[in-house]
């Protein structure tokens, strides 16, 4: 194991850049060290100095799995081993100060070489508070050991395409599955050969070295791995597609964005790309806050003639956090207009732009109910407006509630009845902890949040309606489970009770003065770091 110490001076990219083209002479790493250019920009963005421990002749699970499924039958020698950068905040000189103190809070993560010039950069896991990524993300706790020493670290497991093995679409699927596999006991971690045995028994062609796999594809491999995928279309849900993405986000989710790139120059064409979102960039500055979004969110309620405005949380957010294997782990996108294919139609122009073609969510197999479903059902209760009159009576020192000026917002994400459970008990005073803790649920639900801008930006919200996620069209009448608002707490446990009677009960609910304190919006799914 070699330790290399990085000082303070040497964090701008092109210095990193030319340290590393120095190990790789001076250690005759050159074998590994080939995309300098994305690992320098990686490590730019460390806190300094920075310790690199390296190991070589480090077996790699995924690489050796390549390795025996395809590598070894080339005529071309590749090696079995790789080479693991382990990065660590601060100055360590040597193994002893390294066995002898604990390092735990100072792990960067770790960085897998493999031997091979494209997709060098292997198996990643980098903690994006060590980077100082602003956002809320998708992580899960992954165990690594390093001499003799076990650590873990909060990552989302990233890997470069190497194009000949894995193409964009076969390295998402792989990084997704490794996700499940390290954050749920249920799932387990997959080699890359028994995805392509799934692939290979169900094509006519054969699958190495690969072309890459179409979405149905990419989907068959989830549903072969006991999850129930959905293939969300761009053609048929058009803007509706940002609120599938939102929604699954905030619900720990990654979804897999298919991308579609027009070509015209030099050659006309169609260029094909897929990445991984894991979340949004907090910024309240990145917030649009512009009269026609806000305009189209209008709805009919009746006994209010002006009309109620509810407006989409997921139509003010642009900026996510994804993993794309051309680049480094956790960059910044933006979804606009453009990406959604609304700007080229205005204005007729398609050179260059790259679109969202397809939207794959891999859903555990209990979950009957989607994201526009559970929409679709809020809306329409929403819509009777007794529980909108409800809210302007309980809330009435907030100015022109639900007008354009003030709109409602709506925020709508999935979780299982136990981590909603834990978040309520530790953020919820008084008695309405016992309520939370004994209303009965399914094992997952979805959860609309309704709340305004000014307390959105506080990260407070106004009133809560459950949802059974495990609903089907059959019994969709009957499938909010609770509403939650000020002093109120109205629990469904009836089969009977559908949107019409729930109406009623808040139409009949006594009126009890509010203490008017908000409830703190639900962050359990994600890390958050401000």
């Not at 309620?301 to 956790?330: R, W």
């Not at 979780?415 to 997952?444: Q, V």
């Amino acid at each position: 194991m070699l330790f290399y110490i990085f000082d303070k001076e040497n964090k701008n990219k092109e210095i990193l850049e030319r340290n590393l083209k120095d190990l790789q002479k001076k250690e005759r790493f050159e074998n590994y060290l080939f995309d300098l250019n994305n690992l320098s920009s990686l490590l730019s963005k460390f806190n300094f100095p920075v310790t690199m421990l390296v190991e070589d002749a480090y077996i790699d699970k995924m690489h050796r799995d390549l390795y025996y499924l395809h590598y070894s039958a080339k005529f071309h020698n590749i090696k079995r081993n790789c080479l693991r950068l382990i990065f660590f905040e601060g100055k360590i000189s040597n193994f002893n100060t390294f066995i002898n103190n604990n390092h735990q809070a100072k792990l960067i993560g770790s960085i897998v070489l493999r031997p091979i010039r494209q997709g060098n950069i292997g198996h990643t896991l980098i903690d994006p508070a060590k980077i100082h990524l602003r956002g809320s993300y998708i992580v899960c706790e992954n165990s690594i050991m390093i001499l003799g020493t076990r650590f873990t670290i909060e990552a989302f497991p990233f890997c470069a395409q190497d194009t000949e093995t894995m193409s964009c679409t076969e390295t998402v699927l792989y990084n997704i599955l490794e996700y499940f596999g390290q954050r749920y006991s249920t799932n387990k971690t997959i080699m890359p050969s028994e995805i392509f045995a799934i692939l290979k028994s169900n094509n006519h062609e054969r699958v190495l070295p690969t072309k890459g796999i179409n979405q149905e594809l990419f989907n068959k491999v989830f549903y072969e791995k006991d999850f129930s995928p959905l293939l969300y279309s761009k053609t048929i849900l058009k803007k509706n597609i940002k609120k599938v993405i939102y929604s699954y986000i905030m619900s720990g989710i990654p979804v897999a964005l298919f991308l579609k790139k027009n070509i015209v120059t030099p050659i006309k064409g169609i260029s094909r790309h897929t990445i991984t979102c894991i979340g949004i960039e907090n910024n309240n500055e990145d917030i649009s806050w512009n009269n026609q979004i806000i305009e189209q969110s209008k709805i009919k309620c009746p006994n209010q003639s002006a009309g109620i405005y509810i407006l989409n949380i997921a139509n003010l957010i642009h900026t996510y956090i994804v993993m794309d294997d051309n680049l480094i782990p956790y960059e910044n996108i933006e979804i606009n207009d453009s990406m959604l294919g609304e700007d080229n139609r205005r204005t007729g122009n398609k050179k260059q732009n790259t679109t969202i073609d397809y939207v794959s969510v891999p859903l555990y197999k209990r979950i009957f109910m989607d994201a526009l479903d559970a929409e679709s059902i809020i809306y329409e209760f929403l819509k009777k407006g007794r529980f909108i009159e409800e809210l302007k009576k309980v809330y009435e020192d907030i100015f022109q509630l639900g007008t354009k000026n003030n709109p409602f917002l709506l925020r709508i994400y999935l979780t299982s009845a136990r981590n909603f459970k834990i978040f309520k008990k530790e953020n919820t005073k008084g008695y309405r902890r016992e309520d939370f803790c004994l209303i009965k649920l399914p094992h997952f639900i979805w959860v609309a949040e309704i709340t305004t801008k000014s307390d959105y930006l506080k990260n407070q919200g106004l009133a809560e309606i459950i949802l059974d996620a495990t609903a089907t069209n059959a019994d969709y009448e009957n499938s909010i489970l609770g509403i939650i608002y000020s002093n109120h707490f109205i629990c469904n446990e009836s089969e009977k009770f559908s949107l019409t009677h729930l109406d009623n009960m808040i139409y009949n609910c006594k009126y009890i003065k509010p203490t008017l304190d908000r409830f703190v919006l639900f962050s359990n799914n994600l890390k958050r770091r401000d």
